[in-house]
């Protein structure tokens, strides 16, 4: 069976330091990965999708920038965090044409 | 772009109520997806729905994807204090999912 992992579960970070955040997915080949953030509890945001190693698609501009150095590993990083940054950080899966995506467990990120 | 509208946005019941919630999208979908997020985790998928008129049940769930394919409904049955947490629907838009804003369900014992 198919399992995503996170890592870490929690993180706090000072403004202006570094911030990788790791996404792994077991089970499956050739996922296409994404990352979310959610703020407050409420609503998902899509960051950033990728559908193989190396191709990123972002979907909003930021502070951020995502990574696919292998086909089961997905990275999101950030050189210099804002306060703005803080939240709920999801990662999910799905597989070829299928829009069903699942989640994994979530990063919560507290930038102070 | 693709717009999902979820409603209501909040819910307070009764343990033992039954609950219905809907998401409308500005345009024809052929995938609806319903998610459930339990506080402090990932959301779960409960329930897919392919074909226009389709209904399907998950336990005490029921959703069905509107025959005019611009809507989709949830319905729990006898709700029980683990059904708390944000419910979400969701469909396809291009290589990704558009997500709604959620339904956020709370039962009172």
């Known amino acids: 069976s198919q399992t995503i992992h996170q890592w870490p579960a929690t993180l706090v970070q000072p403004v202006g330091s570094p911030l990788s955040l790791e996404c792994t997915v077991e089970g499956t080949s050739n996922p296409n990965l994404y990352w979310y953030r959610q703020a407050a509890g409420r609503g998902l945001q899509l960051l950033f999708y990728s559908v193989g190693i190396g191709q990123i698609s972002s979907e909003v501009p930021q502070n951020l920038s995502a990574s696919r150095p292998q086909d089961r590993q997905f990275i999101l990083s950030s050189k210099k965090l804002l306060l703005s940054d803080s939240g709920f950080y999801l990662c999910?899966?799905?597989?070829?044409?299928?829009?069903?995506?699942?989640f994994g467990p979530g990063t919560r990120l507290t930038v102070t | 772009g693709q717009q999902l509208n979820q409603s209501p946005q909040s819910m307070f019941i009764q343990e033992g109520e039954d609950v219905s919630m809907n998401c409308t999208s500005s345009s024809i979908f052929n995938t609806w997806l319903w998610y459930k997020q339990d506080p402090g985790e990932g959301p779960v998928l409960l329930i897919a729905?392919?074909?226009?008129?389709e209904l399907t049940s998950n336990g005490r769930l029921t959703a069905q994807f509107g025959i005019t394919r611009k809507d989709s409904f949830l319905n729990i049955s006898a709700s029980i204090p683990s059904d708390v947490g944000i419910y979400f629907c969701a469909g396809p838009g291009g290589q990704k999912l558009v997500f709604g804003q959620g339904t956020r369900l709370t039962i009172n014992p």
């Open positions: 999910a899966w799905s597989v070829g044409p299928s829009y069903e995506q699942y």
């Open positions: 729905l392919y074909k226009a008129g």
